[in-house]
């Protein structure tokens, strides 16, 4: 089953350079030419099946979450058909959604519903989710009591009690002491054996190495390698790149 | 797609919103009751003191009724207008329906309204007005106003993600309408060649109906409510295409 298809995808960001004033936007309105255009992905083809986990390297700016957003339907392409089946649960930036007055349970329990977990399915696993966190007693506090690897625990914890078809994770793995590391690694490896589809952005080999098995380069927007992990990341290794 | 629990995503925005608003304050909630009733004291001072006047009855309660909706109103129109650009983090990086978060918003204002609602309805009954079968009506009026509310917020917040000048027009668009809702003066005032326009007003015109349901013991005339769910559903239907049309393009402009 095709789990991620991206077809002649591009997309393509306008700069406004912040301008809003009124003759910013009658400019825009009268002469739609003149505005300054940047292509954060150009015509990507892209098919993830069941069960595969594709790695996504590149440069700053490569266009990496872009790719991820397109597939998360945070925004939409330009030109091109981004076909998604499934649940999707995405991890992109930790601790979105998440509000320092609010205790660590409350934050919890908001976070996973945003995530799309269902009221059920969050009394059932809260108290897993407490626990993973490792947070103890902490957890009917503020969140702005928390240390900032605290509330990095508690979000991540969220995030790996969605059960989702397809993962998509945003360079998020560095999070907490080693001891809570190699527990988000096991869990992500237990996605992998339940044939779960991954799509990944790192910059840290070792967390793509234990996770994906195929890869792919991105440089300026366009796919300039595919194919096992170990050939792109040999590839991109000796890269020779312009920063963008 | 997204596939999680709409009511269960609801229920926890809506939570987070009033928790936070009151979670600091050491009186809490009675915020809520304190800043109408203050109001109404003030303005019933200058109205039956300053400026006496010998027409309206009960002026307490009569203020009262055009003070809440008009309350309600105006702080779920300028706080939904900002729900999305000041859950920027939400729209960008976190996968759930945009929708919910202007329903959420306007929902979380509803809260207060109920113990509004509760206020209003108590001080009713301690001036001597008595239940009459007309409160019946009392919960459509009121539905027709949040959905009027919701639709202009669907609208503004959906637009104020493009132009951010929006919230300054609301925020004037509000101090305007304090004195064209007849707040602190009746409805028979308004010379009779405006007063069709005013009706068209919901906010006006709920107003005129909670007068005439708890003061009057009468029920709303029906061209009244007519105007109302008219321009209610008029209003939150194209909050909702302006909201469905824009939404695509938020993410690149916040």
Redesign the interface.
């Known amino acids: 089953m095709e789990r991620i298809v991206f077809r002649d995808v591009s997309k393509i960001?306008?700069l406004g350079g912040g301008r809003?004033l009124i003759q910013g936007?009658m400019r825009d309105w009268f002469h739609p030419a003149q505005r300054r255009k940047f292509t954060a992905l150009c015509d990507i083809n892209l098919t993830m099946r069941e069960g595969e986990s594709l790695a996504v390297v590149g440069a700053n700016g490569a266009g990496k979450s872009t790719l991820l957003?397109l597939a998360?339907?945070?925004?939409?392409p330009d030109k091109g058909v981004v076909e998604?089946n499934g649940?999707?649960a995405?991890v992109?930036?930790l601790g979105?959604?998440f509000?320092g007055?609010?205790t660590g349970a409350?934050n919890l329990?908001?976070c996973a519903?945003?995530?799309?977990?269902?009221?059920q399915r969050?009394s059932e696993v809260f108290g897993s989710m407490v626990d993973f966190s490792g947070v103890g007693e902490f957890i009917n506090q503020p969140l702005r009591t928390y240390s900032a690897g605290m509330v990095m625990r508690l979000a991540f914890s969220v995030a790996i009690h969605v059960d989702p078809d397809i993962l998509v994770v945003d360079e998020v793995m560095a999070v907490g002491d080693q001891a809570f590391q190699a527990k988000c690694f096991e869990r992500m490896l237990d996605f992998r054996r339940q044939g779960k589809t991954i799509l990944c952005v790192s910059h840290a080999p070792e967390t793509l190495r234990r996770m994906c098995d195929r890869a792919i380069w991105l440089d300026h927007g366009q796919i300039v390698a595919r194919g096992s992990l170990d050939k792109v990341m040999t590839a991109y290794n000796g890269r020779t790149t312009n920063p963008v | 797609?997204?596939?999680?629990?709409y009511?269960?995503?609801l229920?926890?925005?809506v939570?987070?919103d009033f928790?936070?608003r009151y979670?600091?304050m050491s009186l809490g909630v009675f915020w809520s009751l304190l800043n109408p009733l203050i109001m109404m004291g003030v303005l019933t001072f200058v109205f039956t003191v300053v400026f006496p006047n010998n027409t309206i009855k009960s002026f307490p309660v009569f203020v009262l009724c055009g003070l809440m909706p008009y309350n309600f109103f105006a702080l779920a129109w300028a706080s939904g207008t900002n729900c999305l650009v000041d859950n920027a983090?939400?729209v960008?990086?976190?996968?759930?329906p945009r929708l919910v978060l202007p329903v959420a918003s306007v929902l979380s204002n509803c809260v207060h309204l109920l113990i509004q609602i509760v206020v209003l309805l108590s001080f009713a009954l301690a001036f001597g007005f008595g239940v009459n079968r007309y409160w019946w009506w009392l919960p459509l009026v009121w539905l027709l106003e949040i959905i009027f509310v919701m639709g202009l917020v669907m609208l503004c917040s959906a637009i104020d993600v493009y132009?951010?000048d929006v919230r300054y027009a609301v925020e004037s668009s509000n101090l305007v309408l304090f004195w064209l809702v007849p707040i602190f003066y009746g409805f028979e005032v308004i010379p009779q060649r405006l007063a069709g326009i005013y009706e068209y007003n919901p906010v006006a015109a709920l107003v005129l109906a909670l007068r005439k349901i708890l003061m009057e013991a009468t029920p709303p005339p029906s061209t009244l409510m007519w105007k109302l769910t008219g321009s209610s559903l008029l209003v939150f239907v194209v909050g909702l295409m302006t909201f469905k049309g824009l939404e695509?393009?938020f993410?690149?402009h916040l």
Do not use: Q
């Not at chain 2, 797609?1 to 629990?5: A, H, I, K």
């Not at chain 2, 960008?92 to 759930?96: A, E, G, H, S, T």
């Open positions: 960001f306008t809003k936007h957003n998360t339907r945070l925004c939409y998604v649940r999707l995405a992109l930036e979105n959604g509000h007055d609010l409350e329990r908001l519903a945003l995530s799309g977990l269902s009221r969050v | 797609m997204w596939t999680g629990d009511v269960f995503v229920e926890n925005l939570m987070k928790k936070i979670r600091n983090g939400l960008k990086r976190v996968p759930i132009v951010r695509r393009r993410y690149e």
